[in-house]
């Protein structure tokens, strides 16, 4: 069966600092992953997706940046954190077209 | 351009029927997607709609009209622990496209006892 992972599961940073959140699934081989924000009370906003290694679109022109250095690893990071960047960041992975699967999620607070 | 509305807020009662309506405009479909999500954890695969019609698991149904880019999520029978927000969400074109989902911004449904 499939698993996806990610770390921390929290995180408090201040700003200016860097980020890295890792993502990564078990199970399958050549998923399509994602990165998904959501602010407080809000919907999810899509950052990033890849279809392969080193294959990455963005979605939103910001600060952050994302990379697959392997098949079943995405890498979301930042150089220099903002305020703006608190929110709940979830990692996806679909192979087929009827299913999407979230992982369990960071949390990261910027102070 | 793409657009999910859905309702924001939703109250029922315990035991009761509980329709969240969600209507989209999108370029390119390839189904629509209902998630469940408790405060505080990520979203869980409730169903998938590509075809017109009604779709059935236990307590809760799914039904799509790609035509008039609608679809409900009815919940039966609620329990307290239906509490959570649901979200809409679409996938648009597969391939290099990614099959992106684009999601609504949530509909909150509070259970009363």
């Known amino acids: 069966s499939q698993t996806i992972h990610q770390w921390p599961a929290t995180l408090v940073q201040p700003v200016g600092s860097p980020l890295s959140l890792e993502c990564t699934v078990e199970?399958?081989?050549?998923?399509?992953l994602y990165w998904y924000r959501q602010a407080a009370g809000r919907g999810l906003q899509l950052l990033f997706y890849s279809v392969g290694i080193g294959q990455i679109s963005s979605e939103v022109p910001q600060n952050l940046s994302a990379s697959r250095p392997q098949d079943r690893q995405f890498i979301l990071s930042s150089k220099k954190l903002l305020l703006s960047d608190s929110g709940f960041y979830l990692c996806?992975?679909?192979?087929?077209?009827?299913?999407?699967?979230f992982g369990p999620g960071t949390r990261l607070t910027v102070t | 351009g793409q657009n999910i509305d859905q309702p924001t807020e939703m109250t029922a009662t315990e035991g009761a029927i509980v329709q969240i309506n969600c209507t989209y405009q999108?370029?390119?479909?390839?189904?629509l997607f209902w998630y469940q999500q408790h405060a505080g954890e990520a979203p869980t695969f409730l169903s998938y709609n590509v075809l017109d019609g009604l779709e059935e698991k236990g307590r809760f149904s799914s039904f799509l009209s790609r035509s008039k880019g609608y679809s409900y999520l009815l919940l039966k029978e609620l329990q307290m622990k239906d509490s959570a927000s649901y979200l809409c969400?679409?996938?648009?074109?597969?391939?290099?496209?990614?099959?992106?989902?684009?999601f609504g911004q949530g509909t909150e449904l509070s259970v009363k006892p």
């Open positions: 969400a679409v996938r648009g074109p597969i391939g290099n496209q990614g099959g992106k989902l684009i």
């Open positions: 199970g399958t081989s050549n998923p399509n």
């Open positions: 996806a992975w679909s192979v087929r077209v009827d299913e999407q699967y």
């Open positions: 999108t370029s390119g479909f390839n189904g």
